[in-house]
């Protein structure tokens, strides 16, 4: 179980904070499904997210699943089929830490 | 206390205890007790304070004519709408005022002169050299010279400064954190013109409990007291109280209250609704019920933030028996149970695990037409995550959407890591994106809070720990 004050703990961090509202410069996948060259962690997770919703790409049978359309698998790995437990793991791929 | 797990525990302290100092105006359940005696205050400073503080909004909602803080273009401005025959329906004050807003402490008094020399029709009253003593107040400048310069010209044009001049200013100053210019004012305020009224002074009292050392304001009270016989009243030593029972010093309450005492003042429902808050803080519900004792025996009428304190303490210091013993007497004694005071009663319920006893006082306080808040869903949400009724649990999230309550913060992580846990992912992300929708947290807190449960639930899924 997580611990409440490690949540609260997330919140409070400006480092994690910033990584996750700085804007990115996109590899160039990422931008074909952007539209855009920039986008935040936070920014791009939400548009992945709308895309699903708006095109019902989530499977009638198991809700919890994304059945990927050729444009969303271009980004998460190539996966045809791809868990919402792994979502955020598989967009943060694209955000890797930047070193010091 | 068994059954509960700490994490729970701690889950509902914070949350509850951090809302009532970071929000005062979002409804939670201490908000409501630990408000009182700080509207108090500002309650009191209407009327002598009023004319002060309109002048200085004034300023501010000023719509800025002036486009750059440039002396000559404002004189121009300022000719071109004057020195026509018909005059245009423009108040010389608010021109003169929108401009201080802007410009400099030099320009500023030049731009006076130029205005009272070219319409000699206009004198300049007392706002306006309030307005101009403020931006002085707020000039770029390490010492008080501006504010010197704007005080000497208030006494030469036959306004001595008063007490609302040294509030005006002391406000200022305090504002941009310049305590120590601040009290050096009010000592020269008391030495030349006038002594701080009580507002001034209990206001640079909380000011320096709030942002400086608690002996600092000792020191400030002391010299107050030796150099100018400015003696402490009852809301200083309310805002003291206040402020020990806020670090949790609670020894050094129970002596300001004895202090209170020798200076002839009779505690009074506000001090001691600040003391039974600082014992809520610790979790000391046997204390709690002394004050409120102690507060019968001095004849002092307990208000509604009283039984509010007491039932919020009770209930989080697990004497959920005796809060609800209190809500009755509370009832009979004419008052009327609010949000808070049932949502603080849930709350307790919920921690025991007697959420079936919760349920059954939402809907009573339903019936008694008692409109329950953001928190109070928020209260149950928790307690029925808690004790696994996760459909329960939906329906009340459901009841949420439809009436668009927000969600809090702590709720919203642990129906999140309920229903990650019970395999219910997609329903997860519903709830996040009603958070989001819903402004109910920010974008960045309700998803690091969805990526984290969802992280531990891979970690928890490996294992094999999880559905």
Same mark, same amino acid.
């Given at each position: 179980?997580?611990?409440?004050?490690?949540?609260?703990?997330?919140?409070?961090?400006?480092? @994690?904070?910033? $990584? +996750?509202? /700085?804007?990115? =410069?996109?590899?160039?996948?990422?931008?074909?499904?952007?539209?855009? &060259?920039?986008?935040?962690?936070?920014?791009?997770?939400?548009?992945?997210?709308?895309?699903? @919703?708006?095109? $019902? +790409?989530? /499977?009638?049978? =198991?809700?919890?699943?994304?059945?990927?359309?050729?444009?969303?698998? &271009?980004?998460?790995?190539?996966?045809?089929?791809?868990?919402?437990?792994?979502?955020?793991?598989?967009?943060?791929?694209?955000?890797?830490?930047?070193?010091? | 206390?068994?059954?509960?797990?700490?994490?729970?525990?701690?889950?509902?302290?914070?949350?509850?205890?951090?809302?009532?100092?970071?929000?005062?105006?979002?409804?939670?359940?201490?908000?409501?007790?630990?408000?009182?005696?700080?509207?108090?205050?500002?309650?009191?400073?209407?009327?002598s304070k009023k004319s002060s503080n309109t002048k200085v909004n004034h300023v501010v909602e000023q719509?800025?004519?002036?486009?750059?803080?440039?002396?000559?273009?404002?004189?121009?401005?300022?000719?071109?709408?004057?020195?026509?025959?018909?005059?245009?329906?423009?108040?010389?004050?608010?021109?003169?005022?929108?401009?201080?807003?802007?410009?400099?402490?030099?320009?500023?008094?030049?731009?006076?002169?130029?205005?009272?020399?070219?319409?000699?029709?206009?004198?300049?009253?007392?706002?306006?050299?309030?307005?101009?003593?403020?931006?002085?107040?707020?000039?770029?400048?390490?010492?008080?010279?501006?504010?010197?310069?704007?005080?000497?010209?208030?006494?030469?044009?036959?306004?001595?400064?008063?007490?609302?001049?040294?509030?005006?200013?002391?406000?200022?100053?305090?504002?941009?954190?310049?305590?120590?210019?601040?009290?050096?004012?009010?000592?020269?305020?008391?030495?030349?013109?006038?002594?701080?009224?009580?507002?001034?002074?209990?206001?640079?009292?909380?000011?320096?409990?709030?942002?400086?050392?608690?002996?600092?304001?000792?020191?400030?009270?002391?010299?107050?007291?030796?150099?100018?016989?400015?003696?402490?009243?009852?809301?200083?030593?309310?805002?003291?109280?206040?402020?020990?029972?806020?670090?949790?010093?609670?020894?050094?309450?129970?002596?300001?209250?004895?202090?209170?005492?020798?200076?002839?003042?009779?505690?009074?429902?506000?001090?001691?609704?600040?003391?039974?808050?600082?014992?809520?803080?610790?979790?000391?519900?046997?204390?709690?019920?002394?004050?409120?004792?102690?507060?019968?025996?001095?004849?002092?009428?307990?208000?509604?933030?009283?039984?509010?304190?007491?039932?919020?303490?009770?209930?989080?210091?697990?004497?959920?028996?005796?809060?609800?013993?209190?809500?009755?007497?509370?009832?009979?004694?004419?008052?009327?149970?609010?949000?808070?005071?049932?949502?603080?009663?849930?709350?307790?319920?919920?921690?025991?695990?007697?959420?079936?006893?919760?349920?059954?006082?939402?809907?009573?306080?339903?019936?008694?037409?008692?409109?329950?808040?953001?928190?109070?869903?928020?209260?149950?949400?928790?307690?029925?995550?808690?004790?696994?009724?996760?459909?329960?649990?939906?329906?009340?999230?459901?009841?949420?959407?439809?009436?668009?309550?927000?969600?809090?913060?702590?709720?919203?992580?642990?129906?999140?890591?309920?229903?990650?846990?019970?395999?219910?992912?997609?329903?997860?992300?519903?709830?996040?994106?009603?958070?989001?929708?819903?402004?109910?947290?920010?974008?960045?807190?309700?998803?690091?809070?969805?990526?984290?449960?969802?992280?531990?639930?891979?970690?928890?899924?490996?294992?094999?720990?999880?559905?």
């Amino acid at each position: 179980m997580l611990p409440q004050r490690m949540k609260k703990a997330i919140a409070d961090n400006p480092k @994690k904070l910033a $990584n +996750l509202i /700085d804007l990115v =410069n996109l590899p160039s996948t990422l931008r074909e499904f952007v539209g855009q &060259s920039q986008i935040s962690h936070l920014g791009c997770f939400m548009r992945v997210w709308s895309y699903i @919703k708006d095109k $019902n +790409l989530q /499977d009638p049978n =198991n809700k919890n699943m994304i059945n990927c359309d050729e444009k969303l698998k &271009s980004i998460l790995l190539g996966k045809p089929r791809v868990d919402l437990v792994e979502l955020p793991a598989l967009i943060k791929l694209h955000f890797p830490k930047m070193p010091k | 206390m068994g059954k509960i797990p700490p994490s729970f525990r701690s889950a509902i302290s914070t949350s509850l205890i951090r809302n009532p100092s970071s929000s005062s105006s979002s409804s939670s359940v201490t908000v409501a007790p630990v408000e009182k005696p700080a509207w108090r205050r500002p309650a009191k400073l209407k009327p002598s304070k009023k004319s002060s503080n309109t002048k200085v909004n004034h300023v501010v909602e000023q719509p800025s004519l002036f486009k750059s803080p440039n002396l000559s273009d404002a004189k121009a401005l300022f000719s071109s709408l004057f020195s026509s025959t018909k005059r245009a329906p423009v108040d010389p004050n608010s021109l003169l005022k929108s401009y201080f807003s802007i410009s400099t402490v030099q320009d500023s008094i030049a731009f006076l002169n130029y205005a009272t020399k070219s319409d000699p029709s206009f004198s300049p009253d007392r706002s306006t050299f309030h307005a101009l003593l403020l931006s002085s107040c707020k000039a770029d400048s390490a010492t008080l010279e501006p504010v010197h310069l704007v005080l000497n010209l208030m006494i030469n044009k036959g306004l001595p400064p008063n007490q609302v001049t040294v509030d005006i200013s002391v406000r200022a100053l305090c504002s941009l954190g310049r305590e120590d210019d601040a009290i050096e004012l009010i000592r020269e305020f008391a030495l030349k013109h006038s002594l701080p009224d009580t507002y001034t002074y209990n206001f640079m009292v909380k000011h320096l409990c709030k942002t400086r050392a608690l002996s600092s304001a000792y020191n400030f009270i002391d010299d107050m007291r030796n150099s100018f016989d400015v003696k402490p009243d009852l809301v200083t030593y309310t805002i003291l109280i206040d402020n020990v029972c806020n670090s949790k010093n609670l020894r050094e309450a129970t002596r300001l209250l004895d202090v209170l005492r020798d200076e002839g003042f009779k505690p009074d429902c506000f001090v001691y609704n600040t003391i039974m808050k600082g014992y809520c803080m610790l979790s000391r519900g046997g204390e709690v019920i002394a004050v409120y004792k102690k507060m019968k025996e001095e004849g002092v009428q307990p208000d509604l933030v009283t039984y509010n304190t007491l039932i919020f303490g009770l209930s989080k210091s697990g004497r959920v028996k005796d809060a609800r013993k209190y809500l009755d007497v509370m009832v009979e004694t004419g008052h009327f149970p609010d949000a808070a005071t049932y949502t603080s009663l849930m709350n307790g319920m919920c921690r025991e695990g007697d959420v079936k006893g919760a349920l059954w006082l939402f809907e009573d306080m339903e019936a008694k037409g008692c409109e329950p808040n953001s928190c109070t869903y928020s209260t149950l949400l928790h307690g029925l995550c808690k004790a696994r009724l996760l459909d329960k649990a939906m329906e009340l999230y459901t009841v949420m959407k439809k009436g668009e309550i927000k969600l809090e913060t702590g709720a919203y992580a642990t129906f999140i890591r309920y229903l990650c846990r019970s395999g219910k992912v997609a329903e997860a992300y519903d709830v996040f994106d009603y958070a989001v929708e819903s402004k109910s947290l920010s974008d960045v807190t309700a998803y690091s809070t969805l990526e984290g449960t969802l992280k531990w639930l891979k970690k928890a899924r490996e294992q094999g720990l999880a559905v």
